[in-house]
């Protein structure tokens, strides 16, 4: 059997698979639809703004992904910065400081909230330890009703509007009432700790960086992957189908459905029953620097229904704008009335619409922008209703090394670059321990 392993996607799970396929001395061909690489991570430069269109913070947690960029030797280009996060309420912004002195003086919610609080901290204190990446069993534990229930069986109305729907809405783009309360919680250990990092020049230079010097196809679209006996038969759009000795499909699920109809019928279970939240990304490159030192504001749903949150992308990363101008990214609910009914309209009626809904934190920003970027995102997450983290679970155990075609993506069991970044490094390694075992067979055999 060849070495060769077909990856469909060059997403950052794609990209990390090929590499490390690569790395065990297979040779993986990776096939991407798009003329460019990294998937849901883009980075552009426009005059003297570096702008990250799709995936943008880049969380402490992500530990994962940063000793993939050490390891690859981007470490010298991976940033670290300490800045705050602020929440709007009631048309005013607080600044909250990382620690429990933060927490314990913001005017964000009242005394008796805070007190109230303590609960939902000791019940993810009990449960940190299933609140990982790359095993679904512990948080699968937990799924077992909606955020909104949650909230209303132990906290109060406060605490759901302003806490629970800010962190689910402002990092994963869903409502208390769809998503799983495993969610919340996975959500307060990943996203609690200080600090964001960043990549110099772009977060698309991960993607870039892995899949340098390997066979990347460009342009290419996958129609159909096949597991034929130990092999798998990938067919692009016009080609005539190619054998590999395995596949590792990276996209999203509806078109992993598409493309691949053995699916087994837990894992369309999982994929079918999946939807994905969507975003307007609408980027402002500044003649000079808003005075909000926050990296990040998010936006409690209660406050608006479009306003998701704003990212300092200045602050976030450094060298994503000169020292005296700003680069702001206005992010809004792609799944709310307002973004539905403008679906298709020209970039600047959402330009208009994200500078009125910032106008009450930033004042008006129309005479200051230089150069701008609206990136609209159909599929930016999945939506983590309650069940998915069981059907994530029983998906996992379903997984056989021996199967010719093998997955990875947003599923592990969150969604996100370093998720993608564990998940790819998991479908890699399935297939490099086939290929091994197939490699000791044939050498007994030939005996
Ligand atoms: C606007 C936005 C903001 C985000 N913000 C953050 C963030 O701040 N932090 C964070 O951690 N995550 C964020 N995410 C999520 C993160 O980007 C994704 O979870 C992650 O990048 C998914 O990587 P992936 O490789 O699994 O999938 P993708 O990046 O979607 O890669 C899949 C690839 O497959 C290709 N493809 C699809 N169909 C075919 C086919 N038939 N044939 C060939 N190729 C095909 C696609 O073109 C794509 O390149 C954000 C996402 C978006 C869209």
């Known amino acids: 059997m060849s070495d060769r392993v077909a990856i469909v996607g060059a997403g950052i799970a794609g990209a990390t698979a090929a590499y490390r396929a690569a790395e065990a001395g297979l040779q993986p061909v990776v096939f991407e639809r798009l003329d460019r690489v990294g998937g849901r991570i883009n980075s552009i430069r426009k005059g003297d703004f570096v702008f990250d269109p799709g995936a943008s913070v880049f969380l402490p947690s992500y530990s994962h992904a940063v000793e993939l960029i050490k390891e690859i030797g981007l470490g010298a280009d991976l940033s670290h910065t300490t800045a705050n996060a602020a929440f709007p309420r009631n048309g005013q912004l607080h600044e909250i400081p990382y620690g429990l002195r933060g927490i314990l003086s913001t005017k964000y919610i009242s005394t008796a909230s805070k007190l109230k609080a303590l609960k939902l901290g000791i019940f993810m204190l009990r449960n940190q330890k299933h609140l990982g990446y790359g095993d679904s069993s512990g948080i699968a534990a937990l799924d077992t009703e909606s955020v909104a229930d949650y909230c209303s069986r132990e906290l109060n109305d406060e605490l759901h509007e302003y806490v629970a729907g800010m962190m689910v809405r402002g990092t994963w783009l869903s409502s208390t009432a769809e998503s799983s309360v495993g969610l919340l919680l996975w959500t307060l250990k990943n996203v609690g700790a200080p600090g964001l990092h960043g990549i110099r020049g772009g977060n698309v230079r991960l993607p870039q960086k892995l899949l340098e010097g390997l066979e990347v196809r460009l342009g290419q679209t996958v129609t159909n992957v096949t597991a034929d006996g130990d092999e798998a038969v990938v067919t692009c759009e016009g080609s005539d189908p190619e054998r590999f000795s395995a596949c590792i499909i990276t996209t999203p699920a509806d078109q992993a459905v598409a493309m691949y109809p053995q699916m087994s019928a837990v894992q369309r279970k999982l994929y079918d029953g999946i939807a994905y939240s969507a975003l307007v990304n609408v980027s402002l490159g500044l003649a000079t620097r808003p005075q909000i030192p926050a990296a990040y504001v998010l936006v409690a749903p209660c406050e608006s229904d479009e306003l998701i949150g704003v990212i300092a992308d200045h602050v976030k990363a450094p060298g994503r704008a000169p020292d005296h101008k700003g680069l702001i990214t206005i992010t809004i609910d792609g799944r709310s009335a307002w973004a539905q009914q403008h679906d ?104």
């Not at 069981?390 to 075609?405: G, H, L, M, T």
Request: proline share 6%; aromatic share 8%.
């Open 344 to 447: 298709g309209e020209p970039d600047q009626v959402f330009i208009d619409k994200a500078l009125e809904l910032i106008r009450p934190y930033y004042g008006d920003l129309r005479d200051q922008i230089e150069e701008h970027n609206v990136a609209r995102w159909p599929q930016v997450v999945p939506v983590n209703a309650t069940g998915y983290f069981k059907r994530i679970a029983a998906y996992e155990q379903s997984i056989n090394d021996r199967d010719p075609v093998h997955f990875a993506g947003d599923l592990d069991p969150v969604a996100g670059l370093n998720a993608a970044c564990v998940s790819g490094d998991k479908a890699a390694a399935r297939v490099v321990r086939r290929a091994a075992n197939t490699r000791r067979r044939t050498t007994v055999g030939a005996r």
